[in-house]
């Protein structure tokens, strides 16, 4: 791909490349003190009050869902002890609760979206962003219908049209894909379609979570069964034409979790890399840390400046440090992948500099530093974050 900008050519994919293997290390069971709350746990994180960093909620056998407060940092996560939901007005929804968290009406705050055993999922319209306040609106919104037994839900940007669809899995292994032909706004769901864009029966229960694992622009699919594996199907098409490959079995480090997995993922330190929590039967969460190595070769047409920009993918902070060049006499630009240059804060001091990432959507983009004898550029990864 090649870009203009500012009468600067630069050739993406000739002056920088991503050189991965994906791994996870783990897994650690309880992590940040979570405790468990019941059985058939499905975690997900969302930061509902605003503050930061990410908040833990997981769906319980018995129809609750129970909250962890984060009373850490977003670096350095501590969970409070849990306590159910009905506190926000989130009900029981009979058995097999197993919750996603969206905000499908562009209100800036995350609504509850929680399947359950039977063919429904219900909707909890938020009214705060920073004092979590629910109401119950109706079951399968939006055009939801024919649903399996044992509903899973997540939303995912699949088509990278800027909304967000819907995948759920159910009680026979399918997963079944509602794409969202409404706006950021006002959602509208299509009617269903059973294991699209190369997706398979994983076995029973299966639950799917979806991360973009290698850096490629994409998502892929991460599908826990009954029997506590973690099926992976890679993307191997674009990130507005899915095309999942062959399904592998505890990849990267990953490993059984016992019975009835159901995968979620959370950057939980803010380090620009989604980790992997698994919820069991048990009740049971395990940790699978994100240890991808990503190292970046990048463009310097100066042989005695060196320049390193880091951490990549970033999540809210870009660090810039550099030899034999004064960081307060350089233009620093960053551009979204379609030549837009995009106003960010950043901080200088000499060879150090940082850039605030943190208000930016997950994605790809491009950093330019240059003076009369620099032309630096190189891709720069937003961490996508999922709940």
Do not use: C, H
């Not at 409070?80 to 007005?89: I, V």
């Not at 759920?168 to 269903?192: A, C, K």
């Amino acid at each position: 791909m090649v870009l203009k900008m500012k009468n600067i050519l630069i050739i993406i994919l000739a002056s920088s490349s991503i050189v991965l293997a994906q791994s996870f290390s783990g897994p650690t069971i309880n992590p940040y003190n979570i405790t468990g709350a019941g059985g058939n746990s499905a975690p997900t994180f969302v930061d509902i009050n605003n503050d930061g960093d990410y908040d833990y909620f997981a769906g319980l056998s018995n129809g609750f869902l129970a909250y962890y407060q984060n009373l850490g940092t977003n670096t350095s996560p501590n969970f409070d002890s849990w306590y159910y939901a009905t506190g926000f007005g989130i009900f029981n929804v009979g058995n097999n609760a197993k919750p996603a968290f969206a905000d499908l009406d562009g209100d800036g705050d995350y609504d509850a979206y929680i399947g359950e055993a039977g063919y429904t999922i219900y909707y909890f319209r938020n009214s705060s962003s920073t004092n979590p306040n629910f109401t119950y609106i109706s079951n399968n919104p939006f055009g939801i219908a024919n649903l399996g037994a044992i509903v899973a839900p997540t939303f995912v940007d699949i088509d990278d049209d800027g909304d967000l669809d819907l995948f759920t899995g159910e009680l026979y292994g399918n997963i079944y894909f509602f794409r969202n032909i409404g706006t950021q706004t006002n959602p509208i769901f299509s009617g269903v379609f059973t294991n699209p864009f190369g997706l398979s029966d994983v076995g029973n229960y299966s639950t799917p979570a979806f991360s973009d694992v290698d850096f490629d622009g994409d998502y892929d699919a991460f599908i826990g069964n009954q029997s506590g594996n973690i099926i992976v199907f890679p993307n191997n098409g674009t990130s507005e034409d899915p095309d999942f490959g062959l399904p592998v079995t505890n990849p990267f480090g990953l490993s059984n979790v016992g019975t009835y997995a159901a995968p979620t993922f959370v950057d939980i330190n803010d380090n620009g890399k989604e980790d992997l929590f698994v919820g069991n039967a048990n009740g049971i969460t395990y940790y699978f840390q994100n240890t991808t190595p990503v190292s970046v070769e990048e463009n310097q047409n100066s042989s005695f400046v060196e320049l390193k920009a880091y951490p990549n993918p970033v999540g809210s902070k870009l660090n810039i440090s550099g030899r034999n060049v004064d960081l307060n006499n350089v233009e620093l630009s960053v551009y979204s992948i379609l030549g837009e240059k995009i106003n960010l804060s950043t901080a200088r001091t000499g060879t150090y500099a940082s850039i605030d990432f943190s208000n930016l959507a997950p994605g790809v983009y491009i950093l330019v530093i240059q003076n009369d004898i620099i032309n630096y550029t190189t891709k720069i990864i937003k961490g996508i974050k999922g709940f």
